[in-house]
Nanobody
Framework: QVQLAESGGGLVQAGASLRLSCAASGRTFYRMGWFRQAPGKERAFVAS????????YYADSVKGRFTISRDNAKNTVVLQMNSLKPEDTAVYYC?????????????WGQGTQVTVSS
């Protein structure tokens, strides 16, 4: 099992930036991702990164504004969020996908609240 601990959420105004971090421990994994869940909505994919080659993937709604990166030495994934909008308000979750052959995120963090005021 992978243990995940998120940090960095908060309350900001529209147009501001926030940086979310996720520290991982416990075992190796294939890909790390960020998801978010707004009130009354389903959890949605935000961004992900392959741990070995660093390839990144983004939801259309955040392309050009959010950047995902990794620090292999620290086993940490960072989500840099710029030009935040009120519709980015959600609980953000870090997740780990253990295997390339199984399309499933196996381990989840506890979530961190991001609130963007207009």
């Amino acid at each position: 099992q992978v243990q995940l601990a998120e940090s960095g959420g908060g309350l900001v105004q529209a147009g501001a930036s926030l940086r979310l971090s996720c520290a991982a421990s416990g075992r190796t994994f294939y890909r790390m991702g960020w998801f978010r869940q707004a009130p009354g909505k389903e959890r949605a994919f935000v961004a992900s990164i392959n741990w070995s080659d660093g390839n990144t993937y983004y939801a259309d709604s955040v392309k050009g504004r959010f950047t995902i990166s990794r620090d292999n030495a620290k086993n940490t994934v960072v989500l840099q969020m710029n030009s935040l909008k009120p519709e980015d308000t959600a609980v953000y979750y870090c997740a780990a996908r253990r295997l390339a052959t199984i399309v499933r995120y196996d381990d989840w963090g506890q979530g961190t609240q991001v609130t963007v005021s207009s």
